[in-house]
């Protein structure tokens, strides 16, 4: 399963490296975080966040304890993203990237696991 998770991790860090440059100022995100009700500085904090777990999950193909922090970071955030898009009653349909990205953060959360203990 080696390949398979090194995959996973840099696949899972790319898109959350992405996704976290995006929310420092894509008009879109920008608008996406006023229409949830959000002020802009936690627009600014989530992306730190989540450039800090795509960091950590990357750099869990070298230590697992970093990739377990950084599963438990994107685990964590999309939470708050799924919740976030019941709270404003969006479709289901946009929250099946949150959904996939908390499926796979919790699997390598869980597989790295071990190490936090």
Known sequence: ??????????????GFLMFG???FGSKQLVDEFKRYGYPAAFRIFTGLVEVIA??????????????????????????????????????????????VLFVLGLVVLLINFGSLL
């Open 54 to 99: 795509a960091v950590l999950v990357i750099a869990g193909i070298w230590n697992e304890t970093f990739a377990a922090w950084g599963g438990l970071l994107v685990v964590a955030t999309m939470l708050g993203a799924i919740f976030t898009h019941i709270k404003v009653k969006d479709p289901v349909k946009a929250m099946m990237m949150p959904i």
């Open 1 to 14: 399963m080696g390949i398979v998770l090194i995959i996973l991790q840099v696949l899972l860090g790319l």
């Open 21 to 23: 440059f995006m929310k």
